[in-house]
């Protein structure tokens, strides 16, 4: 074997070895919310000029990787690293809206932080109160 050529395996095997010892990106991990949050109830209720507003929120800030209804299959998601969560499945249903509210104003990943976004948090509650309308 050349020179050249061992190198090339050398190059490879090790790369192999140290991608075994690098996390990789994933979202199957679970996403860790402080108890603060997670108990933290929507003071907002849902009424008709207050869903309105929910609404647009989501077209102007989540569509494009969320999909028109929630199920994770917008423009942008394909372009993603991410899988994107089906707000219409129990499992996403199931979170407190001090879970949602969390992961919505401060995000991770390729989720971004809403926090300068949306900086009302009576917006922020008007969306987590649309994303709830979202389910099957």
Known sequence: MNTKN????????????????????????????????????NPFAEDKDSGRVGQTLYVVHCKSCHGKTGIGNGTKSKSLKTPMP?????????????????????????????????????DRWLLINYLRKLKN
Do not use: C
């Open 6 to 41: 061992l190198v090339i395996v050398l190059i490879g095997v090790s790369t192999l070895f140290l991608m075994a010892f690098i996390k990789p990106f994933s979202t199957n991990e679970s996403w860790e919310v402080p108890s603060k949050y997670k108990k933290m109830k």
């Open 86 to 122: 089906d707000f219409t499945k129990k499992e996403f249903q199931d979170q407190t809206d001090g879970e949602l509210y969390y992961k919505t104003v401060f995000g991770r990943d390729e989720m971004p932080s809403y926090e300068k976004k949306i900086r009302d948090d009576e």
